[in-house]
């Protein structure tokens, strides 16, 4: 017989293995709207081959994003099952909000928000690590403009290369591209969403003396997220993928491989830097990027606009419904 104890954390790890679900089909459209939105896969075929390379990621990365996700948020003495359980029905509660009105808004900073609003609940602001935050926070604002900067270079470049290739030529070739641009693409987001839940589930384990704070993330952890996030991509965000394949700019297969790409690159980037960075924001930013570069008019900006204010929101709700989950949980328990 298991104790008591050990149920609950199994069910809280369970929690956060649903949260890395609905972060894979609420960001799913991240990883295929642009090779949908240009035809070059149909969208079963698309999620199947991103969810394949979200999953690769498992094997192939480092775990420095869930290590800052579990040590630079929130102060260690304040995590409790209660605090992490509030975290993650705040970001899961966010998510699918925002996916419901398909508003592509970030999974990361829900989760983020909600994980320091719990905490703040539990032990007021003292609960907080400003630093790693404010670390996070700087993320927020520079990764959309990485993106938005990578997509137009690279944009500038392919058309620099191609300038005197017919049109149809070029169309061949980056139908091709793409599949490569994709697979960079979802690889980099698979590399960087599922160590968030990876973090989160360290943090639980530490909190109930399952694990030494210094430990390595367990192989069972890291093989468990990357499934979640994988299975969750095969499940598709449709409401999504429309608004950000086809309502910012719409894409040829040229313009998909330099935002995938320029997208990826700068989600890797920030990988390797231990960075919890938002994949929707970057992504954004290289579809926006790409816009920009073939005409200023060709982004529609009231859709921008929408989005941006869904980032805006997304950390003070995601707190907000943490804070009152877990305000919930200790009526309930009490």
Partial sequence: MLEPSLILVALVVFVALVFDFVNGFHDAANSVATIVSTRVLSPRAAVLWAAVFNFIAAFAFGTAVAKMVATGVVHAHVVTIPVILAAL?????????????????????????????????????????????GKIGAAILVSPLLGLGCGWVLMKLVNCLMRNARPANVDHWFRRLQLVSAAIYSFSHGSNDAQKTMGIIMALLVAAG????????????????HLAIA????????????????????????????????G???????????????????????ITGVGV???????????????????????????????????LIQWVTD
């Fill in 264 to 286: 990826g690159v700068v989600i890797l980037l920030m990988s390797h830097l231990g960075i919890p960075v938002s994949t929707t924001h970057t992504i954004t930013g290289a």
């Fill in 231 to 262: 299975l969750g991509t095969l499940c598709g965000g449709w409401r999504i993928v429309q608004t950000m394949g086809m309502r910012i700019v719409r894409l040829r297969p040229v313009d998909g491989f330099s935002a995938e790409t320029g």
């Fill in 89 to 133: 029905l705040g970001a899961i509660v966010w998510d699918l909000i925002t996916w419901w009105y398909g508003i592509p808004s970030s999974s990361s900073h829900a989760l983020i928000g909600a994980f320091a609003g719990a905490g703040v609940a539990a032990a007021g602001w003292q609960a907080v690590k400003f630093g790693g935050f």
């Fill in 293 to 327: 570069c073939r005409r200023f008019s060709a982004v529609r900006w009231w859709v921008a606009r929408r989005i941006v204010w869904a980032w805006i929101l997304t950390i003070p709700c995601s707190a907000l419904i943490a804070a009152g989950s877990y305000y």
């Fill in 210 to 225: 399952q694990l030494a704070a210094d430990a390595p993330v367990p192989l069972l952890v890291i093989f468990g997220c």
